[in-house]
């Protein structure tokens, strides 16, 4: 079966760095398109990053751009959330999602276009 699997979150305070990682099992992230999700207490999930299948192109939430970097190992089969000078709002759960079939530039912001997701990896930043 098709499955996703986030680790690397834990606690870190401002300024420090986390790598967060996606493995995929039961398909092949080069044929989809992958997105990094977060959402915090209280606060709608929201988009931080995604990485299309078909040209490999990024984009990036307003927020964490120059900071967060989404990269792909294919050989590994295994996507990753790179994020430096991290800031207290950026705790949150974060997931990963995938979904095979072609997104317009809005929907690859939209967590209702994603078909498939994991569990979430929870990052706390201390103040």
């Known amino acids: 079966e098709e499955q996703l699997v986030e680790s690397g979150g834990g606690l870190v305070q401002s300024g420090g760095s986390l790598r967060l990682s996606c493995e995929a099992s039961?398909?092949?992230?080069?044929?989809?398109?992958v997105g990094w999700f977060r959402q915090a207490p209280g606060k709608e999930r929201e988009g931080v990053s995604s990485?299309?299948?078909?040209?490999?192109?990024?984009v990036y939430r307003d927020s964490v751009k120059g900071r967060f970097t989404i990269s792909k190992d294919t050989a590994k089969n295994m996507v990753y959330l790179q994020m430096n000078s991290l800031q207290p709002e950026d705790p949150a759960t974060y997931y990963c999602?995938?979904?095979?079939?072609?997104?317009?530039?809005?929907?690859?912001?939209?967590?209702?276009?994603?078909?498939?997701w994991g569990q979430g990896t929870q990052v706390t930043v201390s103040s």
């Open positions: 999602a995938g979904e095979p079939s072609p997104l317009t530039t809005s929907a690859r912001w939209s967590e209702v276009a994603y078909g498939h």
């Open positions: 990485i299309n299948h078909g040209d490999g192109s990024t």
């Open positions: 039961g398909f092949a992230f080069d044929d989809y398109n």
